[in-house]
C-alpha cells in the first residue's frame, strides 16, 4: 500500500532524498504500480476480476494493477476505506456502492475521470459519452450533476427458481409474479415438502429489502429524510418476518442462504442478478431466474445495485495510471468478460449489440433476460445525505436481524430506527 506525503528516508549521507527505487508506487522494472479495491467474492466475479487484472498487467507497458477484494460488500470496503484514510493511505480505483456515493464524495479526495482526461488524455475526449447514454451516467453524479465516477456495475434484483421444487408442490412452474403470491408459494412448498420456499439475500446491505418496499410504494429515503416506517414499509417487513416465523422463508447470513439455494434446499432465491453464473454454474436442478415480483395494482420499482468506478489516487501519475486501467476495463471485450462472470447487466452501450461483446451470449443466455427486461423500472439505490449513510444503512441492516431474527415488533421497530437515523441527520 502507498503512503501518501509520508516517506522516511535514513541515513545522514542520503542527501538527495529517496532513491526511485524506495518509492513504494513503483515495481522493480519501473511500472506505477495502483491498487485496484472490488467487492466481488469468488461467487460473485471475484475470478474473472484477477482475470481481467492478470491479462491488463501483461499487456501494459507502464502500469501494474494490484486487487485487494473487500468482504462486507461495499460497506465493508468504505469502512476499510476510511481505516487506511486514516493512516494516511488510500487505494487508486475503488468499486463505490451506489448507495454510498454521497458519503464517498463528502469523506474521500477523489478526483473526476472526467477532469483526468480533460487534462492528460484529449484522445479520450468523447470517451464517456459515446460509451453511456445520460441516464445511466446520471447513477454516477452527485446533486449537482458531477461525475463522481463511472458507471461500472448495474444490477437487478431477480428471482432464481428451483423449478423441480416448484412441480413437485404442484406450483406455476413459471413462478411468484407477485409478492402475495411469493408468500403463497413459500408456505406451499414448505407444507408440502417440509423445505424453505424463499431465501431474500441478506449480505451487509439492505437493497433487496428497499426493492420490496420502493415496489409497495414506499420510500427508504424521502426529501432527504429516513422514511422507510411508513405504511408501506412496514406491510413489506411484516411479510418477510410472516415467512420466517412459519418457516417459509429461511434467515440466516447470506452465504448460507444462496448455498442453500444451490443445495436444493430452498425454493426460491431473490438476490442480485450478478450471482447467476456461479448458480447457474452449480445448481443440479432446473433453475431459471425470473423477473422480481411486484405487488398487486402497484408499478414495479427495481433499485439499481451494483456500483460506480472511482478513482481515489494521490499523485497525477497515479491517476493517469489509474485511467488507462479503467479504459481497459471498458473494452467491449472485457465488459463482456465481466457480465458472463457475473450476470450484470452492462452499463455502456456498445456492449449488448456488438458481435464482439454479448449479442450472441444475451440471446442464449435466458437467465441473463429478466434483468436487461426490467431496466425500464430502474429506480437510483436509496443514498441517504452527507456523512450518515454508513451508519444509516448499518442501523437498517440492525433492523431488519432484529424484525427477522429476533421476532421483533415490525412497526415499533421501524419506527424507532427511522427515528433515530433522523435524529442524526439533523
Given at each position: ?42 461467487t460473485q466475479g471475484g475470478k474473472t ?192 418476518q410472516d415467512m420466517v416465523k412459519n ?180
Amino acid at each position: 500500500m502507498k503512503k501518501i506525503g509520508f516517506l522516511l528516508c535514513i541515513g545522514l549521507l542520503i542527501l538527495a532524498g529517496c532513491s526511485a527505487e524506495g518509492n513504494s508506487n513503483k515495481t522493480k522494472d519501473g511500472k506505477v504500480k495502483i491498487e485496484y479495491w472490488h467487492v466481488n467474492a469468488e461467487t460473485q466475479g471475484g475470478k474473472t476480476v484477477k482475470e481481467l487484472v492478470k491479462d491488463f498487467n501483461a499487456q501494459s507497458d507502464d502500469v501494474y494493477v494490484q486487487s485487494k477484494y473487500n468482504p462486507d460488500m461495499y460497506k465493508g470496503l468504505i469502512q476499510n476505506m476510511m481505516s487506511e484514510a486514516a493512516g494516511g493511505r488510500t487505494p487508486d480505483v475503488v468499486q463505490i456502492g451506489w448507495s454510498f456515493k454521497n458519503y464517498y464524495k463528502d469523506n474521500f479526495e477523489y478526483t473526476s475521470p472526467e477532469a483526468i482526461i480533460n487534462e492528460s488524455f484529449p484522445e479520450d475526449k468523447e470517451f464517456i459519452e459515446k460509451k453511456f447514454d445520460d441516464k445511466m451516467l446520471s447513477i454516477a453524479q452527485d446533486e449537482k450533476g458531477e461525475q463522481l465516477g463511472l458507471p461500472y456495475s448495474v444490477s437487478s434484483p431477480v428471482m432464481f427458481i428451483n423449478k423441480d421444487i416448484l412441480r413437485k408442490a404442484n406450483l406455476d412452474e413459471s413462478g411468484p409474479k407477485t409478492w402475495e403470491e411469493v408468500k403463497t408459494y413459500a408456505e406451499t412448498i414448505r407444507n408440502k415438502s417440509n423445505q424453505y420456499g424463499v431465501f431474500i439475500q441478506e449480505p451487509a446491505d439492505s437493497w433487496a429489502q428497499q426493492a420490496i418496499v420502493d415496489s409497495n410504494g414506499g420510500n427508504i429515503v424521502k426529501d432527504g429524510k429516513a422514511s422507510f416506517a411508513s405504511e408501506e414499509g412496514v406491510e413489506a417487513y411484516q411479510l418477510m418476518q410472516d415467512m420466517v416465523k412459519n418457516k417459509s422463508a429461511l434467515h440466516t447470513n447470506d452465504e448460507q442462504g444462496q448455498q442453500s439455494f444451490i443445495n436444493g434446499e430452498v425454493g426460491m432465491l431473490f438476490t442480485t442478478n450478478a450471482k447467476q453464473t456461479h448458480i447457474k454454474d452449480n445448481a443440479k436442478f432446473d433453475v431459471e431466474a425470473i423477473e422480481m415480483p411486484g405487488w398487486e395494482g402497484k408499478e414495479k420499482k427495481v433499485p439499481a445495485g451494483g456500483s460506480m468506478l472511482g478513482i481515489t489516487s494521490d499523485t497525477k501519475e497515479e491517476q493517469e495510471a489509474s485511467w488507462k486501467f479503467m479504459k481497459y476495463l471498458y473494452k467491449v471485450e472485457n465488459m463482456a468478460k465481466w457480465t458472463k462472470g457475473t450476470g450484470y447487466v452492462p452499463p455502456s452501450n456498445d456492449v449488448v449489440d456488438d458481435p464482439n461483446g454479448l449479442k450472441a451470449y444475451v440471446a442464449e443466455n435466458e437467465m441473463m433476460q429478466p434483468a436487461i427486461k426490467q431496466m425500464s423500472n430502474v429506480v437510483p439505490w436509496a443514498a441517504f445525505p452527507g456523512n450518515s449513510g454508513l451508519e444509516a444503512e448499518q442501523q437498517i441492516i440492525d433492523m431488519r436481524d432484529k424484525i427477522l431474527g429476533e421476532d421483533a415488533d415490525v412497526n415499533q421497530t421501524m419506527k424507532e430506527t427511522q427515528n433515530r437515523i433522523n435524529q442524526e441527520l439533523d
